[in-house]
């Protein structure tokens, strides 16, 4: 079965650098790829989505990246703010019915 | 614009009782809806998801049950508590577009 990677350890940056987050997964390549936010004791937010045959995608801060020969997708956010602290969750499509599979999650510490 | 609503916020119940979480879906029709599961630090577990009304298929064999009964309602139940069915549960939706919208989702402590 499908499986996803993401780094368990949080991730702490200072204010204005780049963070880069990476989501990898085991099995077959999906048709596309999701990176939702989630803060504290709210749900996840959508934030992209990236098909196949993307090879990157951008939206304002973020870019994500989707390498099927690697199995990997990182998702960056340039020049970071503390308001970019939460917990970035990778999703993979898992079946019809837009089903997902999302990857535990990574947390994001944006210091000032 | 679409909304979704999950009731109720916070619920601490004591093992063996019954439980009804409730998700609402406005602003859309014939939505796909799901369950999700969440414990600490753990990623999403999708529990049950509905194509239509009546229309339920189940992801994982567990304590819970879910149910269909109008468009945009999605009901989570269960006949007897677990201690391992607490956690933070969370009721999605998805239109033709590939996203999953999340309600505010419902923190369960069983006791």
């Known amino acids: 079965s499908q499986k996803i990677e993401q780094n368990s350890e949080a991730l702490n940056i200072q204010e204005g650098k780049t963070a880069t987050l990476t989501c990898n997964y085991t099995?077959?390549?999906?048709?596309?790829l999701q990176w939702y936010r989630q803060d504290p004791g709210r749900g996840p937010v959508f934030l992209l989505l990236?098909?196949?045959?993307?090879k990157e995608k951008r939206k304002e801060r973020l870019k994500v990246t989707f390498d099927t020969t690697l199995k990997q997708s990182l998702f960056h956010i340039t020049a970071s703010q503390p308001a970019d602290s939460a917990t970035y969750l990778c999703a993979l499509l898992s079946g019809g019915y837009n089903k997902l599979i999302f990857g535990a999650g990574t947390r994001l510490a944006v210091h000032p | 614009s679409q909304t979704i609503h999950q009731w109720p916020a916070t619920l601490v119940q004591p093992v063996g009782s019954p439980l009804s979480l409730e998700c609402t879906v406005e602003g859309t029709s014939n939505p796909n809806l799901y369950w999700y599961r969440q414990a600490a630090g753990r990623g999403l577990q999708l529990l049950f998801y509905s194509v239509g009304i009546g229309q339920i298929s189940s992801e994982v064999p567990q304590n819970l049950s879910a149910s269909r009964p109008q468009d945009r309602q999605f009901i989570l139940s269960s006949k007897k508590l677990l201690l391992s069915d607490s956690g933070f549960y969370l009721c999605a939706w998805s239109g033709l577009a590939e996203t999953q919208y999340f309600g505010p989702g419902t923190r369960l402590l069983v006791l």
């Open positions: 990236i098909r196949e045959n993307e």
């Open positions: 099995n077959y390549s999906p048709a596309y």
